[in-house]
């Protein structure tokens, strides 16, 4: 595939088959994915592929907090132009999903598949070093390697969907995972074939023009 074809098609996909991914084509995926960039080189990244009964369980704990009230990481109050694109979002995915703003039970059950990784096969939670923290590199880094795991994915005929939720109750992806005391999970990206018939995989979501965000210096 093309870098252009993969960049243009890539896209967030939040339905999947419960078609298996093998070992062997995660591993293909990681290894062409970091080759991504990172500064001086560090690689402040850890990664973790998870599928099976440690995937079923971030699942099952992280539904299981959610419908607790369990506290998780909220967003602050945004500018008006982050704001907007944010709601735009929202409604073209609800009006996908045929979720009416009023049905409380369908917005609920979206949400909770957002903490279900999107049912996928495979769940990649990148996490860096505590000693990091504060640093603004490390997360370019995992920025850098998130888009080309989603890119290597694209590649190969498979799906993704970076995501924030997944990884949002730290203690659950310690305990399925293994994640140690001193690493920090960063971003989670749900991996798996996209299935065609889900409704939100239709989504092109729209993006600002090329003027409307640059600057041009010296052209
Ligand atoms: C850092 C980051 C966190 C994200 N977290 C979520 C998430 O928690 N839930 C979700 O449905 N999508 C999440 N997304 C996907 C974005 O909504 C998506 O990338 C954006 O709407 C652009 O759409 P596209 O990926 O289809 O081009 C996240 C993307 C990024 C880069």
């Not at 290597?152 to 995501?163: K, M, P, R, V, Y």
Request: net charge neutral; charged share 25%.
């Amino acid at each position: 595939m093309e870098t252009k074809d993969a960049i243009l098609s890539r896209k967030s996909i939040r339905g999947y088959l419960a078609k298996p991914v093998p070992r062997e084509v995660v591993r293909q995926i990681l290894e062409t994915a970091l080759r991504a960039p990172s500064a001086e080189n560090m690689q402040p990244w850890h990664i973790a592929a998870v599928t099976g009964a440690p995937l079923e369980g971030i699942r099952r704990d992280n539904v299981e907090n959610v419908l607790s009230g369990a506290p998780a990481a909220k967003h602050p109050e945004l500018p008006e132009a982050y704001q907007r694109r944010r709601v735009e979002l929202a409604i073209e995915l609800f009006g996908l999903m045929d979720i009416q703003r009023e049905d409380k039970a369908k917005r609920k059950e979206w949400l909770l598949r957002g903490f279900r990784f999107f049912d996928a096969p495979v769940a990649i939670i990148l996490s860096v070093s505590k000693s990091l923290r504060g640093e603004t590199w490390p997360i370019h880094d995992i920025g850098a390697l998130s888009q080309t795991i989603c890119l290597a994915a694209e590649d190969l005929g498979l799906g993704t969907c970076i995501e924030a939720q997944g990884v949002l109750y730290t203690d659950v992806i310690r305990k399925h995972t293994g994640l140690p005391e001193d690493r920090e999970p960063v971003i989670g990206i749900a991996l798996g074939y996209p299935d065609p018939a889900f409704p939100a995989n239709r989504l092109k979501s729209r993006r600002a023009e090329v003027d409307e965000v640059t600057v041009w210096a010296g052209f």
